[in-house]
């Protein structure tokens, strides 16, 4: 790197990163690490003694699917509905590939198959001259699926949003029920270290960026359900909304039990708790400015999901800080809240990628091609 003796240098390169990583040299720590060397130190000291800071968490999503490709059976047999334990799918994508959605039953059906466990499969089809098979039963453990991949519509997403409710009673929302009128609250996102505020707009993520995902070794493979990245912005680059988002595709038989749950939730179907990490190259000072940033920096909106209507009222926002001291305030009002996903997976899943990256286990790959600036949410009229 060419930079003045005691000077942070401009720019890093992918290649350059990767030498420092085969060399053993690479410095990689979390971003809670990173952000406390930051106080300790300065930015400029803390962006010289930090090559990639790795960002981490475990939320909830329903939105996923698994698909799982099938060797032949004798006869052969065109799939076009089936059922694995509990979870039921439709064909038509080959004669023996599934979509297994997940809020159908999927997440239920993958920690099975995580266990170590056959379920039950039943599939029927339409006979026709090369697959003249119209029933099939059977048991499916993972072993017996020769391929299959969890898909994420949404697997990461830029911030999210605290969810209260102005009804009576319990309201259901995407994170699990909230107390109304205003007597407790949700936010899905972890603030500060998470992937989506340590890289405002998904920079370092592109198609063909690496995820540590459950375990295993994910690729992005482009923008997510609901990708918004022209929402309003903080003076920092981090979005004052969910954002960004991409989708990410894993190996189904790479994903470790540890770190995927199965989750269900009345009125709102099933879904998982999933770990993941990312690295964040530090490539220069603004990108190592913007992982510096604190829970107190940082902020939600607050929206009303008493209001079951395309766009939720919103209350104002608050800052990350808030949410983590367990309770918020709106007004006069102060109303508890509670993370709708688990710090603690997220902490370990970190200190995973951490290890792999240093050992030279886990790839480094800046983006060829960054996430489009297109929006995903387009209102239905």
């Given amino acids: 790197m060419s930079a003045a003796r005691g000077s942070a240098p401009e720019r890093r390169s992918e290649p350059e990163l990767l030498a420092l990583q085969q060399r053993g040299d690479l410095q990689v ?25 790795v960002a981490s968490e475990a939320g909830f999503t329903a939105q996923a699917s698994l698909v799982l490709h099938l060797g032949p ?71 017996q699926i020769g391929a299959g991949q969890l898909l994420l519509h949404r697997a990461i997403a830029e911030n999210g949003v605290v969810a209260v409710s102005s009804r009576d009673g319990l309201t259901p929302t995407p994170w699990g029920p909230v107390l109304g009128p205003m007597g407790s609250a949700l936010f899905s996102c972890a603030g500060a270290g998470s992937i989506g505020m340590t890289m405002p707009g998904l920079q370092a993520l592109g198609p063909g960026s690496p995820v540590l995902v459950a375990g295993a070794v994910g690729w992005v493979s482009g923008a997510g359900a609901g990708h918004q990245p022209q929402v309003r912005r903080q003076a920092s680059g981090h979005a004052l909304s969910p954002g960004a988002s ?22 709102e179907g099933s879904g998982l708790l999933v770990a993941m990490a990312a690295p964040v190259p530090l490539v220069d ?97």
């Fill in 29 to 53: 720590c979390t971003a809670a690490q990173f952000r406390d060397r930051v106080a300790e130190l300065g930015l400029e000291q803390a962006f010289r003694q930090t090559h990639v800071v």
């Fill in 73 to 143: 059976s004798d006869p052969p047999i065109r799939i076009e509905r089936c059922r694995l334990g509990p979870a039921e799918a439709v064909g038509g994508h080959g004669n023996t590939d599934l979509v297994l959605p997940i809020q159908s039953g999927g997440a239920a059906a993958l920690e099975a198959l995580l266990q170590g466990q056959q379920l039950p499969f039943s599939a029927s089809g339409q006979a026709s001259p090369q697959q003249p098979r119209q029933e099939l039963e059977t048991q499916l453990s993972l072993d």
């Fill in 246 to 267: 991409c989708a990410v595709s894993v190996d189904l038989h790479g994903l470790e039990r540890r770190w995927i749950r199965a989750c269900e939730q009345r009125q």
């Fill in 285 to 381: 000072l603004a990108a190592a400015r913007q992982a510096a940033c604190g829970n107190e920096q940082l902020h939600a909106p607050v929206l009303d999901y008493g209001v079951p209507r395309r766009v939720r009222p919103s209350l104002g926002s608050v800052s990350y800080a808030q949410l983590l001291s367990g309770k918020l305030s709106l007004g006069e009002q102060r109303i508890r809240c509670a993370p709708a996903h688990s710090p603690r997976l997220a902490e370990e899943i970190g200190a995973e990628l951490c290890e792999r990256l240093r050992a030279g286990l886990f790839p480094i790959h800046l983006p060829l091609v960054g996430l489009p600036q297109r929006p995903a949410l387009l209102p239905l009229e």
